[in-house]
């Protein structure tokens, strides 16, 4: 536990650097500040939820819990497009970003097709790979991963740009009005879900109505 904080110790540093010596990116996070400050009370107001919003940068980004889950239109690997706006008053929808190279992400990928077989009639599980080419996606789903809930292709990473994505894996949770009502990355949780979690993260999520 003492490498992880002081792993993450290093990194806040580095951002801390980073920003301090880019006058562009410190005006954009002062930016961020504020708007975050003004719009708190306005976001938390308009919805209720049962998370809250627990990654290192999240509080500071304008994608965060209570806000609509930006639209976008992918093809699967069976060359079907796939959007968001498709699951719209229909069913609650648990978007998580991966890539093969990526081993959290791949532990979590048996528990995603769990509950996407126990809760399917109101859950949609859509698994987004992350700027990899379709070939490469397919060839590993079939070697090392096979499910059944969607896997869409983010090859130039425009959707997890329009999520403000820092850490993979990061899941986001979705309800039926198209508003974010949970987030979860790695930075937060330290790894990869747990079966037992993400079940308990998943009943919250669809008791709330």
Same mark, same amino acid.
């Given at each position: 536990?003492k490498?992880?904080?002081a792993?993450i110790? !290093?990194?806040l540093?580095? @951002?801390?650097a980073v920003?301090?010596?880019?006058p562009? $990116? +410190?005006?954009?996070?002062?930016t ?5 400050e %003004?719009?708190r009370?306005?976001?938390s107001?308009a919805?209720q939820?049962?998370?809250t ?9 304008p994608?965060r ?8 239109? $992918?093809?699967d690997?069976?060359? +079907?497009v796939? *959007?968001?706006?498709?699951f ?6 648990? #978007? ?8 959290p992400?791949?532990?979590? @990928? ?12 109101e #859950? ?5 790979d992350l ?14 991963a096979q499910v059944?809930?969607? !896997?869409?292709?983010d090859?130039?990473? %425009? ?14 949770f ?5 508003? !974010?009502?949970?987030?979860?990355? @790695? $930075?937060?949780k330290?790894g ?5 979690? $993400?079940n308990?993260? !998943? ?5 709330y *109505?």
């Open positions: 536990m490498k992880v904080w792993a110790g !290093i990194f540093l580095v @951002m801390a920003v301090l010596l880019d562009d $990116l +410190n005006a954009w996070v002062q961020l500040v504020s708007s975050s %003004s719009n009370a306005t976001s107001q919805i939820v049962p998370y919003p627990i990654g290192i940068l999240t509080p500071y980004l994608l819990i209570g806000r609509p889950a930006p639209n976008f239109a $992918l093809r690997l069976n060359g +079907n796939v *959007k968001l706006s498709d719209r008053n229909k069913r609650y929808v648990l #978007l998580n970003f991966w890539a093969t190279w990526c081993a992400c791949k532990e979590e @990928m048996p528990y995603f097709e769990d509950v996407y077989q126990k809760y399917g009639k #859950l949609v599980v859509l698994g987004v700027q990899e080419s379709a070939e490469v996606v397919r060839t590993f789903t079939k070697r090392e059944s809930y969607p !896997i869409l292709v090859a130039d990473g %425009s959707v997890a740009q329009a999520y403000t994505l820092f850490a993979e894996p990061t899941s986001f979705i309800n039926k009005e198209g508003r !974010i009502v949970g987030i979860d990355d @790695m $930075l937060a330290f990869a879900f747990t079966s037992q979690e $993400l308990k993260k !998943i009943r919250q999520f669809l008791d *109505k």
